[in-house]
C-alpha cells in the first residue's frame, strides 16, 4: 500500500514537472512567435519606408527634370522676348518694313533661322525649334537636349561663323547701317532698306583693334580698295539741292574719329552702339577730331558746287574743329570770302550731341580760335563771360540735371571741362550724355536764330549756308519738317552732303 502511494505520488510529481516544462516551451514558443510577427512587422514597415522613399527619389528626380526643362524653357522664352523686342526696335526705326505683303512676312517667319550659322549639330533632334542656349554656345545637354543646334560649318567649314556672308548693298550706301545685319541675324536678304557694310574675311576680336593716329595723318592719297570696302563718297557725293532753296545745309567732311570707326566695323564685324567699341569712342587722342586726308578731299569736290552759287551771303558753322575746318576748305575759294563780303559766324549751338570724345570742343584755345578769327570767322557769341571760357558746351547743353551734375563735379574737383566730361561720356557709354529732347530743343532756337537773323539783315533773296553734324542736322529737318527720308532714319546724312531747305 505504501509502495503504491509512493508511486502516485512520483508520477504526480513527474505529471507537474511536464506541465511545467509544457508551459516553459509554450511560453518561449509564444516569445518566438511575437518576436518572429514583431520582426516581420518591422520588415514591412521597412519594405514600406523603402518604397517611400524610393517614390520620393523619383519624384524628386522628376521634379529636377521638369524644372530643368522649366528653366531651359524660360531662357528661351526670355530669349525669344528679347528677339521680339529687338524686331520691334527694328520695325520702329524702319517702319516702311511694314509695306511688305502678309505672305512676305508669313515667309520670312518661316524662314526665321534659315540664315543664321549654328555651332553644332544635333543628329538626334532636328526640331525647328532652335536652342537659343547653343547660340551662345554653351547648351549643357549636349545631343540630349530636345532642341534643334541646327547645322553648322558645312559652306563655310573655315570662315569666322559670326560673318554675315550676304552681299554688300551699294544700291543703299546712304541708308543707316542695319543692327541686326552685325549681329548675323538679317532676315530681310536683299530687300533690306538698310546698309549692310562689308567686313574683311576674318574679323578679328575687338580687343585686337589698334590704330596709330600719326600714321594716319600723314595720309596723302586715297587708296581706291579702301575707299570701296569703306564705302566712302569723295569725288561724287549725293547731293540733295534745289536751287530755288534759301538755305543749304551741309554736313562736316570726314574726319579722323569717323575714319577710325569705319575701319573697326569693317575689321571686327562690330557696331558703334556695341561696348567693345568704347575703347576707340572715349580715346583722348580723338578729342575734338580734326579731317581725314579723305575730308579735305570731300570738301574740294564740294567747293566746286558751291562757287557756282554766287549770292551765298553768311554761313553759320559749328565750334568743333571739323566743322570750322570743313567750312574754311569748301569757301576758302569762293569770291564772296575773298572779296570779304562773306560773313561766317560761329554759331555755339550747332555743336553736335554730347556723345563721344571727338565732340568736346577745343577750339577756342588760344591758337585756334585766334587761327580762324584772323580768316574772317565771328567768335562775337562766345565773348559774354560764361561763354569765353572751356565750359562754354556746359552752357549749350539744354538739360538741366545734366548741367547742375558736371557744374558740381568740376567745382568740387577743381578739374578741367575735358576731364570731367570724359569721364561722363565713358558712365554714359553708349547712351550720349545730352538727351534727344535737350539737342531737339538746340535745333530749334538754331533755327530761330537763324530765321530772325535773316529778317533783321533783310536777305530773304540771299542764300545762307549752315554748317553742323549729323544728329542736330536731322532734328533741324524734322523742325522744317522737310527731308523727311532724313529725320525718319531712312537715310544717313552723308559727310560733306549738301541738303537745301527753305528758311
Avoid at 575687338?206 to 600714321?215: A, I, M, Q
Amino acid at each position: 500500500m505504501q509502495q503504491q502511494l509512493e508511486n502516485q505520488i512520483k508520477s504526480s510529481e513527474q505529471k507537474i514537472e511536464n506541465l511545467k516544462i509544457d508551459d516553459q516551451q509554450s511560453n518561449q514558443s509564444q516569445k518566438f512567435d511575437e518576436d518572429q510577427q514583431k520582426n516581420i512587422q518591422q520588415q514591412e514597415e521597412e519594405n514600406q519606408n523603402s518604397k517611400v522613399n524610393q517614390i520620393q527619389d523619383k519624384e524628386e528626380i522628376q521634379q529636377m527634370q521638369n524644372q530643368r526643362w522649366d528653366n531651359l524653357e524660360d531662357d528661351e522664352d526670355e530669349e525669344e522676348n528679347e528677339e521680339d523686342q529687338n524686331d520691334e526696335k527694328q520695325n520702329t526705326v524702319s517702319s516702311y518694313f511694314l509695306t511688305n505683303s502678309s505672305t512676305e512676312n508669313k515667309q520670312n517667319q518661316e524662314n526665321k533661322y534659315k540664315y543664321r550659322n549654328y555651332q553644332s549639330y544635333n543628329k538626334q533632334n532636328q526640331s525647328t525649334v532652335i536652342c537659343q542656349n547653343i547660340l551662345k554656345g554653351s547648351c549643357k545637354f549636349g545631343q540630349k537636349c530636345r532642341f534643334s543646334h541646327g547645322k553648322y560649318g558645312q559652306k563655310y567649314p573655315n570662315i569666322n561663323p559670326n560673318i554675315n556672308y550676304k552681299k554688300n548693298l551699294n544700291q543703299r550706301k546712304f541708308a543707316p547701317t542695319c543692327l541686326y545685319y552685325l549681329q548675323n541675324s538679317c532676315l530681310k536678304e536683299n530687300q533690306c532698306e538698310l546698309y549692310h557694310p562689308k567686313f574683311q574675311q576674318y574679323t578679328i576680336d575687338p580687343s585686337e583693334f589698334y590704330f596709330d593716329l600719326d600714321d594716319i595723318k600723314r595720309t596723302n592719297q586715297i587708296n581706291s580698295q579702301e575707299q570701296d570696302y569703306l564705302n566712302y563718297q569723295i569725288q561724287e557725293i549725293n547731293h540733295q539741292f534745289d536751287p530755288q532753296d534759301n538755305c543749304l545745309i551741309i554736313r562736316h567732311a570726314l574726319s579722323h574719329y569717323n575714319y577710325i570707326g569705319d575701319r573697326f566695323i569693317y575689321e571686327t564685324g562690330k557696331s558703334f552702339l556695341d561696348k567693345s567699341s568704347k575703347q576707340f569712342q572715349v580715346n583722348e587722342q580723338l578729342i575734338d577730331a580734326e579731317l581725314h586726308y579723305y575730308g579735305l578731299q570731300q570738301c574740294k569736290t564740294v567747293e566746286k558746287k558751291v562757287q557756282e552759287i554766287e549770292d551765298l551771303q553768311v554761313v553759320f558753322v559749328s565750334p568743333l574743329q571739323r566743322s570750322l575746318q570743313t567750312c574754311l576748305n569748301i569757301f576758302q575759294q569762293h569770291p564772296n570770302f575773298i572779296n570779304k563780303s562773306m560773313k561766317i559766324i560761329v554759331l555755339p549751338q550747332l555743336m553736335e550731341i554730347l556723345s563721344k570724345v571727338q565732340d568736346i570742343s577745343t577750339s577756342l584755345h588760344s591758337t585756334i580760335k585766334q587761327k580762324y578769327k584772323d580768316l574772317g570767322f565771328d567768335f562775337s557769341l562766345f565773348e559774354s563771360p560764361e561763354m569765353n571760357t572751356d565750359t562754354w558746351q556746359l552752357q549749350v547743353i539744354k538739360d538741366k540735371d545734366v548741367k547742375k551734375s558736371i557744374a558740381k563735379q568740376i567745382e568740387e574737383e577743381k578739374a578741367k571741362w575735358e576731364k570731367i566730361c570724359i569721364r561722363s561720356i565713358r558712365q554714359s557709354f553708349p547712351k550720349s550724355i545730352e538727351t534727344n529732347e535737350s539737342v531737339e530743343q538746340r535745333a530749334n532756337e538754331v533755327l530761330e536764330y537763324i530765321q530772325d537773323y535773316i529778317k533783321q539783315n533783310k536777305l530773304e533773296e540771299k542764300k545762307i549756308a549752315i554748317i553742323s553734324h549729323a544728329k542736330i542736322i536731322k532734328l533741324m529737318l524734322k523742325q522744317k519738317q522737310q527731308h523727311e527720308k532724313f529725320y525718319n532714319y531712312k537715310q544717313n546724312v552723308a559727310n560733306c552732303q549738301i541738303i537745301s531747305i527753305n528758311l
